[in-house]
């Protein structure tokens, strides 16, 4: 195997990112949900963690939230810049599940989705390079646990957010080489030309 260059054989790793990813992203995500819907910030959970807490007690409104889809857009962008590399641009849509217990599950899905609309609840979002898409309709989806049902409302949110990689590969600053034709065989340089 080659080592990592700048040639045709090499294989570029990737140097930087421009946004948060898993933890980071769902500690982002519960900051903004519990600061909209006014529930406590240790009561605005991750879906998904290695040791996971107690469940509340079913008279107690909490929430699960979690990234379940990332969708990129298909084009991208590219540029050098000096003394960094290549860059690599994208935007992608995130898809956030948030999953409202107890008995006011529905009216904090609800809160969630109307507060949505106003633009400074929005600003933590787009101080992380991200915006606000859309919420889908809240799906009322109880939970039988221990023979009872425990209330549960889903709203999914789409979240657009800017994401960008940096590769180490320097631009041709100048080259040299020939154009050989059936007819003509010229020398060129890059080296002077400005």
């Not at 991750?46 to 079913?58: A, I, K, L, S, V």
């Not at 107690?60 to 860059?87: H, M, R, S």
């Amino acid at each position: 195997m080659k080592a990592n260059s700048p040639t045709p054989d090499g294989i570029m790793p990737t140097e930087g990112s421009g946004a948060e990813n898993d933890k980071d992203l769902d500690i982002i995500f519960g900051d903004f949900i519990s600061q909209i819907t006014g529930l406590s910030r240790n009561l605005c959970r991750r879906r998904w963690q290695e040791n996971p807490p107690p469940q509340p007690d079913r008279n107690v409104d909490w929430c699960a939230l979690g990234i379940v889809d990332i969708e990129p857009d298909i084009n991208d962008y590219k540029y050098f810049q000096d003394g960094i590399g290549l860059t690599v641009g994208f935007h992608e849509t995130l898809s956030l599940l948030v999953s409202f217990y107890g008995p006011n599950a529905t009216l904090n899905a609800m809160n969630l989705r109307i507060g949505l609309t106003l633009s400074q609840n929005r600003i933590i979002l787009s101080e992380h390079g991200m915006a606000f898409m859309n919420a889908t309709n809240p799906i009322r989806f109880p939970e039988l646990i221990n023979r009872l049902f425990l209330p549960r409302t889903d709203i999914t949110l789409k979240i657009r957010r800017h994401e960008k990689r940096i590769y180490p590969i320097k631009s041709a600053v100048s080259s040299d080489g020939v154009i050989t034709t059936e007819y003509v065989k010229q020398s060129f340089t890059t080296e002077n030309i400005k």
